[in-house]
C-alpha cells in the first residue's frame, strides 16, 4: 500500500489543443488554427485538428473528472482561442471556457490554469516565440484569461515545459516551429524567461492573492561510464536540461560554467532577464513534469553532450526509457531530491509532480474494459518513487497523472503507441471508455478519502 499524508492532492493534466483540437474552435467561435497544424501538415504529421474531441463532449469529461475523484485538475487555455481572427476578444470561446471550468468548479475541483501549452496561431508558424508580434499577442491573451476567467481559476501557471518551448523547438527541432540551431536555442530561452516574467507580473498586479505554479519537465541525468569527459557531459546535460530553467526563479542567476561555455549566444540584456526571473517570492509551487531520466555522453555537438541510451532496454511503446528499479534508477526519486534540496531553503514553498505518465497499448474487444497493465504497473511504480522521497525528508505536496484522454501527442499524432489517457477516445463517435488504469487511480484515489 503507497502511503502519503492525508491533505496529498490527486490530480489530472490536460492541455487545451491536445483534446478540444482546432477544427471545431475554428469552426464554431471563428479561433485561430495553430502553428501546430501549418507546421505538422508541413512535415506530414497528424494535424490537431480533432484533438480529444473535448469541445462537444466536455460535459462528459467533467462527469469523468469528477467521477474519477480528483480534487485538482490541470488543464491550458489557448491564445489561438481567446483572440478571434478578427484581433478580437474571443466571446465564444470564453464561454466555452468558462461553462466547461464551471461544471468542474461546482464539483469541487481546483483548476491550475496553464495560459501557454504551445498553442500559438498559425501566423507564428515559422518562427514561434521570435516572432516580433508574439510579446504582445501573448500578453494580451493574458490580460483577457485574467479579465474573463479569474474568478474560476485556482492557480495560474504561466507557461509550460520551457524546455519543450526552446530545445525541442528550436535546437533539436522536433517541435513547432522545427528550428535547430544553438543560437536560436539561447534567443528562445531568453524570450521566454522574459515572457514568464512578465506573465507573473502581470497575474500578481491584476490580483495580488492570486495563487501561481510553475512548471517544467526535468530529466534526472546519468553516466555509464566515470571519467573526466563523462561527468562534465553529465554537468551540461543537467545544466541546460534542468538548472537554466529553474535556477532563475531562486537565484536570480544560472550556472556559470553555462554562461562561460555559451554567453556568445547570450542577448545583451540576458543579466537584466536572470535577475528579474528571481521571483520564487512571487509563486507558491514549483511543478516536476517527469517521464524519464536520461543517461548522457560526451559529444563533439556545440551542445557538449548527447543522449547515450541504446543499451537501454526498457522502454515504453514511444521508445522512451522506463526508470523502473532494479534494470534502471529511481529516476522520480532522484530528480525529486536534486529539487528539493537545491531549493528548499531558497524559496521553495511547495513541490508538486505536475505531470507523470505513460502511453500504452489498450487491448480489449467491443463491451469490455480496455486493459492497460502497463500504465498502471508504470504510475504504481512511480507513486513508489515518490513515497521513497518522501521518506528521505523531502516534502512533495501532490501529483497530476497525464492524463484523462487519449488524444493529440505532438509529432507523434494519433498512433497507438501515444494513446497516454486513462480513457479511450473514438475517433468517429467521440465515445469516452474509461480503462482498466482509470478505476485503478479511481480505487486508489478513494482509499484516501475513507
Known amino acids: 500500500m503507497i502511503k502519503f499524508q492525508k491533505n496529498f492532492i490527486f490530480g489530472i493534466a490536460e492541455s487545451d489543443l491536445q483534446t478540444v483540437g482546432s477544427q471545431e474552435p475554428y469552426m464554431q467561435e471563428n479561433a485561430h488554427l495553430t502553428m501546430w497544424d501549418e507546421y505538422s501538415k ?11 474531441l473535448k469541445y462537444n463532449y466536455f460535459k462528459q469529461d467533467a462527469d469523468l473528472i469528477s467521477n474519477l475523484g480528483v480534487n485538482s485538475y490541470r488543464t491550458s487555455i489557448s491564445m489561438s482561442r481567446t483572440i ?8 465564444k470561446a470564453l464561454k466555452w471556457y468558462r461553462n466547461y471550468l464551471t461544471k468542474l468548479k461546482k464539483r469541487g475541483v481546483d483548476i491550475h490554469l496553464c495560459l501557454y501549452h504551445w498553442e500559438a496561431p498559425k501566423k507564428f508558424t515559422n518562427k514561434g516565440i521570435l516572432h516580433p508580434d508574439f510579446i504582445n499577442v501573448f500578453l494580451k491573451h493574458v490580460d483577457i484569461s485574467l479579465d474573463y476567467l479569474s474568478d474560476l481559476v485556482d492557480y495560474y501557471i504561466p507557461m509550460n515545459e520551457l524546455w519543450c518551448i526552446c530545445y525541442l523547438s528550436y535546437y533539436v527541432g522536433i517541435h513547432a516551429p522545427g528550428i535547430n540551431n544553438l543560437k536560436s536555442f539561447f534567443r528562445a530561452y531568453f524570450q521566454s524567461m522574459h515572457l514568464q516574467n512578465e506573465t507573473i507580473k502581470k497575474i500578481r498586479s491584476f490580483q495580488p492573492s492570486a495563487k501561481i505554479g510553475v512548471v517544467n519537465i ?22 541546460l536540461t534542468n538548472f537554466i530553467y529553474s535556477d532563475p526563479l531562486f537565484f536570480g542567476d544560472i550556472p556559470q560554467k553555462i554562461i562561460y561555455k555559451f554567453k556568445t549566444n547570450f542577448p545583451k540584456n540576458y543579466k537584466t532577464i536572470l535577475s528579474e526571473s528571481k521571483l520564487a517570492d512571487a509563486i507558491n509551487y514549483y511543478g516536476i513534469n517527469y517521464y524519464n531520466g536520461q543517461f548522457v555522453k560526451p559529444s563533439n555537438k556545440a551542445i557538449g553532450f548527447e543522449l547515450d541510451e541504446d543499451y537501454i532496454s526498457i522502454k515504453n511503446s514511444l521508445g522512451w526509457p522506463v526508470f523502473i528499479p532494479p534494470r534502471l534508477p529511481s529516476g522520480l526519486t532522484d530528480i525529486i531530491q536534486t529539487y528539493y534540496q537545491r531549493y528548499n ?11 507523470n505518465g505513460t502511453p500504452a497499448y489498450s487491448h480489449c474487444t467491443d463491451g469490455q474494459i480496455p486493459q492497460d497493465n502497463e500504465r498502471i504497473l508504470y504510475i504504481h511504480e512511480h507513486l513508489k518513487q515518490i513515497e521513497k522521497a518522501i521518506a528521505k525528508g523531502c516534502t512533495v505536496n501532490g501529483y497530476f497523472l497525464w492524463t484523462l484522454l487519449d488524444n493529440y501527442e505532438w509529432q507523434s499524432g494519433y498512433s497507438p503507441e501515444s494513446a497516454f489517457g486513462l480513457v479511450q477516445v473514438d475517433p468517429k463517435t467521440g465515445s469516452r471508455i474509461p480503462k482498466k488504469s482509470y478505476y ?7 482509499s484516501y478519502k475513507q
Do not use: C
Not at 531553503?345 to 505531470?355: A, P, Q, T, V
Open 440 to 446: 485503478w487511480y479511481q480505487q486508489l484515489i478513494h
Open 218 to 239: 526535468h530529466f534526472p541525468t546519468y553516466i555509464r561510464v566515470i571519467n573526466a569527459k563523462f561527468m562534465k557531459a553529465r554537468a551540461i546535460a543537467d545544466d
Open 42 to 52: 508541413k512535415n506530414k504529421k497528424d494535424l490537431p485538428d480533432r484533438g480529444g
Open 84 to 91: 478571434d481572427r478578427h484581433g478580437k476578444i474571443n466571446k
Open 345 to 355: 531553503r531558497n524559496g521553495l514553498k511547495k513541490l508538486f509532480i505536475s505531470e
